[in-house]
């Protein structure tokens, strides 16, 4: 007997759905006929409290020997009926036949037998008493039928199971699954209910943990179940079983086990890039990839190989691979790879197996070859046919594309195509291209030119010699045609030959010219292209020049009245007349009158002629008056007289066209004008004049008659200038000048009206300030020439008091001293108050003494201005004569400043003693030689007496002085302006309270002292140079700060002029603040070879070239090339001056560089 393959039972079963599903359970091996069926365990019930019925009556016995080993885990005293179900191949066993078993070891010893079930299936029923745990085996020890009441019926008692029973039919035991197993089951409920869902679980360790599976659906009475389980969502595992249990009414069963089985991982393939037999191309990238499938764990490696290759081009490493996944590897380099076919290998491990697939592709790195490419073109299409080939690939099934200029068609199925809508006469790329069924462009290229268009022209914008010809056609503006006119040729200016001539026109336009006026020429044209195709000649047009105006247009005039003619034209034409701005259409009349008008009007007319063309340009304008009415009186007649000629004036009259003048009962022609110079007289000649306007209407009344006398010859000028001085006036005198009717005096520059008066007083002076005059004798005929100029200086101002006196008693007699004063020129002493002694200088001593005698002394300054006030008086006794030389006080000094005096003198002795009197208050000064008076104020007055003490006793007074501080120093900055000509600057500055004098620094160096003046001028200098001055106040106190810096450029006459050859430019000349142009002449000099002079005078439209008086202004010129001289001659009022422009030149230059200009005043 074989051993049977061991099943392994728990007591909770699993239910499978479905019935018959492969084998979970090793089988017995068949004997022949009943004795050894082939039996395969089904599923294990347990029935609980239940009836049921059983026969133990024996039948017919056969010998067999086969087990059936199973594991029965109930509890041990527990009753159970339990029913172990078989299917076998032998499944004919007549009803009541059966087999009988035995357990081993016994459960509870006896023999049982195999019935046929009610539902003819055969199963083993254990009843009876608990069968404890553990495994069995179950030994087949009879197999026979039982006769008709051979056995009897007992009933058992048993406990009723918690719900429906499962079979599990499939999976079995030990075997091994790959992929999706179909597991199998069967619900036996004998209560006859329906369970509602059956709960499958998988452990993948034997037993020991569970998991959820799936939860499926019940829907009958006995439910066969089946469900498909994909095992590659678990690992691989040896220890695998599935438990099923049934849910009936909201109550779970016990579980149905399945034995022990195997997972394996089944790893799948699939290639899906690239494709078997794939066109590859190096144009686009390949991405190799596959479908794999493999476990839920553990990882997979991916490899793929080129032909033979060893070394795979790429590797890949995935996981979860339970469901399907894409691996993409990286790029194929498509390039390294010959043309022609290439297998590429696939591989996959999981390190236990390795699966392999293979596929074929080809590679095509070549463009297809162009064959047959042809292009023909028309004048605005172009054909284009083409063929190719390729032998790896193929073509595509749209191969051909083809592009004219830079419009491309789609890829197209055709080898043909042709271009419509194109410019003639244009060279286009035409490319023809082909492409094989993987990308690749195989093309050529080629240059094609459009014929030109046949031409199509309009004529146009006639005039009297010429007509525009304007190609209308669809040519390129730089296509050449050839033109007829007639019988010549039109040529590229337009002009007409008796050749054929190519021209291109511009714009595509040309105007024909050089064609008589008023003709009519019949016109043709063709073209060619850049090849040098030439176009049929084109239709004929006519085209008709338009004809001239009339030359001249003769009117003739009335007051009331014009008549308009002019010349005929030849030809069919007719005429227009442009009456004051309104067209009138004349027909072939030429001639036009104009009626209705009034007198003294102005209108205007022209003429066109009009033919085929049009009508043709105007007529110069002409402008005509009706007669006018004869003009009236003229008024406001004015005479101004000279010496050699008088000028005429009079107002302008109304319609007038001209003026005569009666001069001296003479008549003369006046022009249009009204001015009338009458020259060549004597001085002092007496004339008459009158006017009359006239106009083409007549003449007026001569106006009231004007009697004028020419002027006398100007005075002399001037002499015998002379002034008296005084400290703030200048009296300034001269004598009469024969004929002169006035005097003018220019004071300082300022030239002022003296009216007849041959003094002048200057008054309001500063002291000791400088002054020029100059004096000029007027009349009706001018004004004299300037006197020789007077300079002076006013008196200075009385001196002031003389301070900070000084007395001492000498041996010799008594010395004064004293500050000097300025502008002194003497000092008086006065004596006892009565004598007076006269001095030059700021010392005195008084001689001749009385020892012992006191004398008093004042001091007081003399200039030619007066005197100052007296000085304070000091008192100074004589020294005895036995101790003259003992007592007097040497050295006697004082030192003055604003806020201090302090005295000081030499000792008489070693050891002698000092009283000081300050102001009254006695002060003992011991043996100090120095007394110093501080904290004073500034011009304060003090008095000092120095004595010796002899012994304890004071004697006389040897030293007296009277002093003042001194003022406090000047403040303020001085602000200093200049004013520059061309050799010389003037300084002008305000004047600085308390200054005595003012300090110039010139150039770095002081060099002038002006006194109490505030201006300076600095002379002699060259001009365009630059100078730096500063200026300080000073006083006895001492100095200010110099004032900031100036810097001053005396005036340049040159100028430097940029030419450009056969440009203009102006020169303005400008005077400033004149009183008297008498004196002044402009000069100007120039370069003549390299400038020209246009105009003199700009401000009149004549160009003033010539010397003399220039017409219409107050100048008169002298002009030679290189040289220009202008005198102005205008009168100035007294006290005022005159600023403006005197002319504006007007120069062209020779040359293209700088050249100079100077000028002069």
Same mark, same amino acid.
């Given at each position: ?924 000064? @011991?043996?100090? !030689?120095? *007394?110093?008076?501080? $904290? &004073?104020?500034?011009?304060?007055? /003090? +008095? =000092?007496?120095? %004595?010796? #003490? ?60 002006? @006194?109490?003046? !505030?201006? *300076?001028?600095?002379? $002699? &200098?060259?001009?365009?140079?630059? /100078? +730096? =001055?500063?200026? %300080?106040? #000073? ?127």
């Amino acid at each position: 007997m074989r051993k049977i393959t061991v099943l392994t039972l728990y007591f909770f079963l699993v239910t499978l759905i479905g019935q018959n599903v492969g084998v979970l359970a090793a089988s017995i091996t068949p004997d022949n006929g009943l004795k050894n069926p082939n039996w395969s365990y089904v599923a294990s019930h347990n029935f609980g409290e239940q009836n049921f019925y059983s026969s133990n009556t024996p039948g017919v016995y056969l010998d067999g020997k086969e087990n059936l080993i199973f594991d029965i885990n109930h509890s041990p005293y527990e009753v159970y009926h339990t029913r172990l179900e078989f299917t076998s191949n032998k499944n004919n066993l007549p009803p009541g036949c059966g087999y009988e078993i035995s357990f081993s070891p016994a459960v509870f010893g006896g023999s049982y037998y195999i019935l046929k079930s009610f539902y003819n299936e055969p199963f083993l029923d254990i009843e009876g008493v608990p069968i404890g745990g553990g495994t069995r085996d179950i030994k087949i020890t009879k197999v026979g039928c039982f006769g008709q009441n051979l056995g009897s019926i007992h009933v058992y008692k048993a406990y009723k199971p918690a719900n429906d029973p499962v079979m599990i039919s499939s999976p079995r035991y030990n075997e091994v699954y790959k992929g999706n197993m179909l597991l199998t089951w069967k619900v036996q409920n004998l209560l006859m209910r329906t369970p509602s869902t059956v709960k499958i679980e998988i452990s993948l360790d034997g037993g020991y943990s569970w998991d959820d599976v799936e939860t499926v659906p019940a829907w009958q009475v006995n439910h066969v179940g089946e469900y498909l389980m994909n095992l590659n969502r678990y690992r691989p595992s040896n220890q695998a079983m599935i438990r099923i249990s049934a849910n009936d009414s909201g109550m779970w069963g016990e579980y149905a086990y399945s034995p022990l089985f195997t997972i394996q991982t089944v790893m799948k393939q699939s290639i899906l890039t690239p494709a078997s037999g794939q066109m590859v191309s190096d144009l686009q990238s390949l991405i190799p990839s596959v479908s794999v499938t493999g476990s839920a764990s553990g990882n997979l490696s991916l490899s793929y190989f080129i032909d033979a290759e060893s070394t795979p081009r790429d590797t890949k490493v995935i996981s979860n691979t339970a469901t399907a996944q894409q691996v993409n590897f990286n790029a194929l380099n498509v390039q390294s790879l010959s043309e022609g076919p290439h297998t590429m290998k696939f591989t996959v491990s999981d390190g236990a197996q390795t699966i392999q697939d293979t596929v074929v592709f080809q590679v095509d790195k070549n463009a297809p070859a162009v064959g047959v490419f042809q292009a023909t073109a028309t004048d605005t299409t172009i054909q284009v046919t083409g063929t190719a080939t390729d032998t790896i690939s193929g073509l595509h099934a749209l191969p051909y594309r083809f592009t004219i200029g830079t419009s491309a068609t789609d890829w197209l199925a055709a080898g043909a195509h042709t271009a419509t809508g194109l410019i003639p006469n244009t060279n286009y790329t035409v490319k023809f291209e082909a492409r094989d069924a993987v990308g690749h462009i195989g093309s050529q290229t080629k240059s094609v030119q459009t014929k030109a268009q046949s031409p199509s022209f309009v004529l146009g914008q006639a005039n009297d010699s010429s007509l525009e010809v304007t190609f209308q056609d669809g040519n390129p503006a730089g296509t050449q045609y050839q033109l007829k006119a007639g019988a010549q040729y039109v040529n590229g200016s337009g002009g007409l030959s008796s050749t054929a001539v190519w021209f291109t026109p511009t714009n595509k336009k040309i105007r024909v010219t050089g064609i008589a006026s008023n003709t009519t020429l019949v016109y043709q044209a063709k073209a060619k292209n850049a090849l040098g195709e030439e176009t049929d000649w084109s239709s004929t047009r006519n085209g008709e020049t338009l004809a001239n105006p009339p030359a001249t247009l003769t009117p003739e005039a009335s007051q009331r009245y014009l008549r308009i003619s002019w010349p005929a034209t030849g030809g069919t034409v007719t005429y227009e007349i442009e009456v004051d701005g309104a067209i009138v259409n004349n027909g072939a009349s030429n001639t036009y009158l104009h009626s209705s008008l009034t007198p003294n009007t102005r209108h205007t007319y022209r003429v066109r002629v009009k033919n085929g063309s049009g009508a043709g340009s105007w007529s110069p304008l002409l402008a005509a008056f009706t007669l006018p009415d004869p003009p009236t009186i003229p008024l406001q007649i004015e005479v101004a007289p000279s010496q050699k000629e008088q000028t005429i004036t009079w107002g302008i009259v109304a319609r007038a066209e001209g003026y005569d003048i009666e001069v001296d009962g003479v008549v003369k022609d006046a022009g249009s004008g009204q001015r009338y110079i009458h020259s060549g007289l004597e001085p002092e000649t007496q004339h008459t004049y009158r006017i009359r306007a006239k106009n083409t209407g007549g003449i007026s009344e001569w106006s009231a008659l004007v009697t004028s006398q020419t002027l006398p010859y100007p005075p002399q000028k001037p002499g015998a200038l002379t002034a008296e001085p005084a400290i703030h006036e200048m009296a300034v005198s001269w004598e009469p000048v024969a004929g002169a009717t006035g005097y003018e005096i220019e004071v300082d520059g300022l030239i002022l009206d003296n009216a007849n008066r041959t003094s002048y007083l200057h008054k309001e002076l500063a002291a000791l300030s400088p002054h020029t005059y100059r004096i000029r004798a007027t009349n009706a005929g001018g004004k004299s020439a300037w006197s020789e100029p007077l300079e002076t200086v006013t008196h200075p101002e009385k001196p002031a008091i003389p301070t900070n006196l000084i007395a001492t008693a000498e041996a010799d007699g008594n010395t004064l001293t004293w500050y000097k004063v300025p502008h002194a020129e003497s000092y008086e002493i006065e004596i006892d108050g009565s004598t007076i002694m006269n001095v030059t200088t700021n010392q005195y001593t008084h001689t001749g003494l009385v020892p012992n005698k006191a004398y008093a002394y004042r001091v007081r300054a003399v200039n030619i201005s007066g005197y100052s006030e007296w000085g304070s008086k000091v008192t100074l006794t004589a020294l005895p004569n036995q101790q003259a030389s003992d007592l007097a006080l040497t050295n006697v000094a004082a030192v003055v400043t604003n806020r201090s005096i302090t005295v000081s003198w030499e000792t008489v002795a070693i050891d002698a003693h000092y009283e000081v009197e300050v102001d009254g208050v006695l002060t003992d000064n @011991g043996l100090d !030689t120095i *007394y110093h008076h501080g $904290g &004073l104020g500034a011009n304060e007055f /003090h +008095t =000092y007496k120095i %004595r010796l #003490k002899q012994e304890g006793t004071p004697a006389n007074w040897i030293a007296v002085l009277s002093l003042s501080t001194l003022p406090d120093s000047l403040q303020g900055n001085i602000e200093v302006n200049a004013i520059a000509n061309n050799n010389s600057i003037e300084l002008r500055w305000d004047q600085v309270e308390g200054a005595s004098g003012y300090d110039i620094e010139v150039d770095g160096q002081t060099v002038a002292s002006t @006194g109490t003046s !505030t201006t *300076y001028t600095d002379t $002699g &200098l060259e001009s365009g140079t630059s /100078h +730096t =001055y500063r200026v %300080r106040a #000073k006083n006895e106190a001492g100095v200010t700060v110099w004032s900031p810096a100036i810097v001053k450029s005396t005036t340049s006459p040159s100028y430097i002029v940029n030419g450009v050859k056969g440009k203009t430019f102006d020169l303005s000349l400008l005077g400033s603040n004149v009183q008297d142009f008498s004196e002044l002449t402009y000069v100007v000099t120039y370069d003549a070879s390299a400038l020209e002079v246009v105009d003199l005078y700009d401000f009149t439209p004549a160009l003033d070239q010539q010397s003399g008086k220039i017409a219409g202004s107050n100048l008169e010129v002298t002009y030679t090339p290189g040289r220009i001289t202008f005198k102005k001659s205008q009168n100035i009022v007294p006290g005022t001056s005159w600023s403006g422009e005197v002319t504006t030149i007007i120069f062209k230059s020779k040359i293209t560089g700088q050249t100079t200009i100077d000028v002069k005043v």
